[in-house]
């Protein structure tokens, strides 16, 4: 019969075991000696369909791994282009601050050529003008060629961040709506499963103090005493399964709760991106007053 389970999913298979149950509590009720072969094959079913479900845990946690990687690498992109805008600013200011000298020189110098101009003079002052004014142009294009060469890297930079993190983000919010709806057929299958053992314990104890009054009969009882020795077994593996199961459904909650919060950090990155440009444009604005 286990080979029949081979094609089964870690789901099919969860809800074949919560059947079984029912079928060996019967067999334990009716004394029947086949009822210790099938549940070995109960409990081998329930070991598969325990090692499937942490089976899919593990595929699960190395998703949560790849999407925290992901948001790593995006996040030292947005770094590296925070400190390049900054650094490009400053390089900026500093180039504006050399214009505004030079200007500013430039300015005592025409004052003082004026009178000058009207003395006979071998000096080319108008050559020393113009050499200052070529000084201050070159100055001037290479603060709009930084400009330009700043505002080309941020939006490349910021339009690959804007088409990554939404998709990335998309590809969460699949996945945590994957885990809730797994989250819940786990949950009523492990109500189930704990409505089935509740009524086995009740059926079990009501054996139990059978056997109590018939302990007198137990060497004509054959099989039957057999299957009311191993029933406190039988009840402790299944306890041991359905807390196998719980502790599944514990960390796939725990998986759930770090993928929230990796999307919102992703959330703050976006934002923090947006402010960034903004900040950039603000700058360029500035830069061409």
């Known amino acids: 019969m286990l080979n029949d389970d081979e094609n089964l999913s870690g789901d099919e298979l969860v809800s074949l075991v919560c059947s079984k149950s029912l079928d060996i509590q019967d067999l334990i009720q009716k004394h029947d000696p086949s009822a210790v072969q099938e549940f070995q094959i109960f409990y081998d079913q329930a070991i598969k369909a325990l090692d499937l479900q942490t089976a899919?845990?593990?595929?699960?946690?190395?998703?949560?791994?790849?999407?925290?990687?992901?948001?790593?690498?995006?996040?030292?992109?947005?770094?590296?282009?925070?400190?390049?805008?900054?650094?490009?600013?400053?390089?900026?200011?500093?180039?504006?601050?050399?214009?505004?000298?030079?200007?500013?020189?430039?300015?005592?110098?025409?004052?003082?050529?004026?009178?000058?101009?009207?003395?006979?003079?071998?000096?080319?002052?108008?050559?020393l003008i113009k050499s200052a004014q070529n000084m201050i142009d070159e100055l001037e294009q290479k603060d709009k060629e930084l400009d330009e060469e700043l505002a080309i890297e941020n939006n490349k930079n910021t339009n690959d961040l804007a088409k990554e993190i939404p998709n990335l983000k998309k590809q969460i919010e699949d996945l945590e709506d994957g885990l809730a709806v797994k989250m819940k057929k786990n949950q009523r299958r492990a109500k189930e499963i704990e409505v089935r053992i509740k009524k086995f314990d009740s059926q079990n104890n009501t054996d139990?103090?059978?056997?109590?009054?018939?302990?007198?009969?137990?060497?004509?009882?054959?099989?039957?005493?057999?299957?009311?020795?191993?029933?406190?077994?039988?009840?402790?593996?299944?306890?041991?399964?359905?807390?196998?199961?719980?502790?599944?459904?514990?960390?796939?909650?725990?998986?759930?709760?770090?993928?929230?919060?990796?999307?919102?950090?992703?959330?703050?990155?976006?934002?923090?991106?947006?402010?960034?440009?903004?900040?950039?444009?603000?700058?360029?604005?500035?830069?061409?007053?």
């Open 56 to 127: 899919n845990l593990s595929s699960l946690e190395k998703e949560s791994i790849t999407y925290h990687d992901s948001y790593n690498n995006s996040a030292k992109s947005l770094k590296s282009l925070k400190d390049k805008v900054k650094s490009l600013n400053q390089e900026k200011m500093q180039l504006n601050d050399t214009i505004d000298i030079l200007t500013y020189e430039n300015n005592i110098l025409e004052e003082q050529c004026k009178g000058l101009f009207d003395k006979e003079d071998s000096t080319d002052y108008e050559s």
């Open 208 to 289: 139990q103090k059978q056997e109590t009054v018939d302990d007198s009969d137990e060497e004509n009882d054959g099989p039957s005493t057999i299957i009311h020795r191993t029933s406190a077994s039988i009840q402790e593996q299944i306890r041991d399964v359905r807390a196998s199961l719980e502790r599944a459904l514990k960390q796939n909650g725990a998986l759930k709760t770090n993928l929230k919060d990796l999307l919102t950090d992703l959330d703050a990155m976006h934002e923090e991106n947006f402010q960034l440009k903004g900040l950039v444009d603000k700058v360029q604005k500035r830069g061409k007053q």
